[in-house]
């Protein structure tokens, strides 16, 4: 089948570990991959950031990246696209007519409007996956929320508009619900991971200390990269790697690496933690490997690859009890779940963890069985039959000539 996939400030060409380039990119390019496996033609649209960018770029058999022309091309915001979104819908649309997909796949809430409004007059359905909403970035951030104002209101249209709506985890289920999805037309999809490349043989990053903590991600507040440091303080002999951010050479510079050191300073923990910049991803599993536990103390995470990635590396995670984590990581199996933002309850657990080799070992264990459940191959079915159901969905409509209730077609 053609599949189409609009992703619009997240490239799959795009270098990962910076403000708005994580997770997102990872699932796009990793889900249109396993999609090409399958033997499906995937184009990915995302706007020109850079005047090099070609029109289409080729990354594999059955797998292109198509740039689309939208505001100036160079690097903005997301939080600043929103403006450019009417420009994305109208250089969308005339491709989408000429490639003629079976689907578009729209990644985050501002693909979902440009796809809707591309998609009118053509026949095709669009599914949505949000990656992050609104409601909950509000709720937990309160006035350092930078999203439009308008956001919430487009989502909620959105969530009612689109043929099918993807839940990253359970918990997102009753978010979407909650904005006014019918729960008929929401599937959970997850994230994956690849168990090849995060793998737990392989070579390890050189550590200089007795017992190794590992917290990777975009360097953002709500990553808690805060309570690690925080934890520190209580662990003897423990040093902390941040993998994530600008480049080793700018991330000093960078304003939530110089808030983390200034915290670090006041914590008497300096000397023990080592902000390392962005790490390519190929790179990743060596650092993984290289690390006693992997730390994930987010306040709220819509999905969170990085577990997976610790665990699919034997790595036990010691994460908090939200999100995707709640779906992904077995408290107390493959690594323990705490509440959010308690570094003491963080650091208490992670001594008992640093202190049990044994217990490590086996969590470790557990937890490459238990990414099992999300290769890239396995979400991508799920994805496919998410398709398949926006595609019926399409053709009730189609048949009644006139909006047929979705829970019908769910
Ligand atoms: N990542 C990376 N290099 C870095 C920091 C992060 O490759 O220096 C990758 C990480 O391995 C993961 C992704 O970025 O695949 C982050 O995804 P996650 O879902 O954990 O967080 P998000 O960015 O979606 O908030």
Redesign the pocket.
């Given at each position: 089948m053609k599949i189409a996939m609009v992703s619009e400030h997240a490239s799959p060409l795009a270098v990962?570990?910076g403000v708005d380039a994580?997770?997102?990119?990872?699932?796009v390019a990793a889900l249109a991959s396993a999609m090409a496996d399958r033997g499906h033609e995937v184009v990915v649209y995302t706007r020109r950031d850079s005047p090099q960018l070609a029109q289409r770029v080729e990354l594999r058999a059955g797998l292109t990246v198509e740039h689309l022309d939208a505001g100036p091309p160079a690097p903005i915001p997301k939080d600043d696209l929103l403006a450019y979104v009417p420009d994305l819908a109208a250089d969308l649309r005339p491709r989408l007519a000429t490639f003629s997909p079976a689907v578009v796949h729209a990644h985050f809430w501002m693909s979902g409007l440009a796809s809707l409004e591309a998609v009118r007059g053509l026949d095709v359905p669009v599914v949505q996956t949000f990656?992050a909403l609104g409601t909950v970035k509000r709720r937990m951030q309160g006035s350092c929320d930078t999203s439009p104002a308008a956001r919430v209101e487009h989502e909620r249209s959105i969530a009612r508009e689109a043929h099918r709506v993807i839940a990253s985890c359970t918990e997102e289920v009753r978010e979407l619900v909650a904005l006014g999805a019918s729960f008929a037309r929401i599937d959970v999809v997850p994230?994956g991971v690849d168990c090849d490349r995060f793998a737990p043989v392989g070579p390890v990053a050189r550590r200089t200390s007795t017992r190794r903590l590992l917290a990777?991600?975009?360097l953002v507040p709500r990553?808690g990269v805060d309570d690690v440091i925080t934890a520190l303080q209580w662990l003897p002999d423990t040093e902390l790697i941040v993998?994530?951010?600008p480049s080793t050479a700018d991330v000093g510079a960078d304003p939530e690496a110089v808030r983390l050191m200034q915290l670090a300073e006041k914590c008497g923990v300096a000397h023990h933690v080592q902000l390392v910049?962005?790490?390519?991803?190929t790179e990743?599993p060596a650092l993984i490997r290289s690390a006693d536990l992997v730390t994930?103390l987010p306040w709220y995470?819509?999905?969170?690859?990085?577990?997976l990635?610790a665990m699919s590396c034997g790595v036990p995670v010691v994460g908090t009890a939200v999100g995707g984590l709640l779906d992904t990581v077995i408290d107390g199996v493959t690594g323990v779940l705490l509440p959010p933002r308690q570094p003491a309850v963080a650091a208490a657990a992670i001594q008992d963890l640093l202190a049990d080799e044994q217990r490590r070992r086996a969590m470790g264990a557990a937890g490459r069985d238990r990414v099992g459940h999300y290769t890239w191959a396995r979400v991508a079915r799920s994805a496919e039959r998410t398709y398949l159901r926006s595609m019926l969905a399409r053709a009730a409509v189609r048949t009644d000539g006139q909006p047929a209730p979705r829970e019908a077609v769910g």
């Open positions: 990962i570990g994580g997770g997102q990119n990872v699932h990656h994230s990777i991600g975009r990553k993998a994530g951010g910049g962005q790490v390519p991803h990743l994930c995470e819509p999905f969170g690859i990085v577990p990635e």
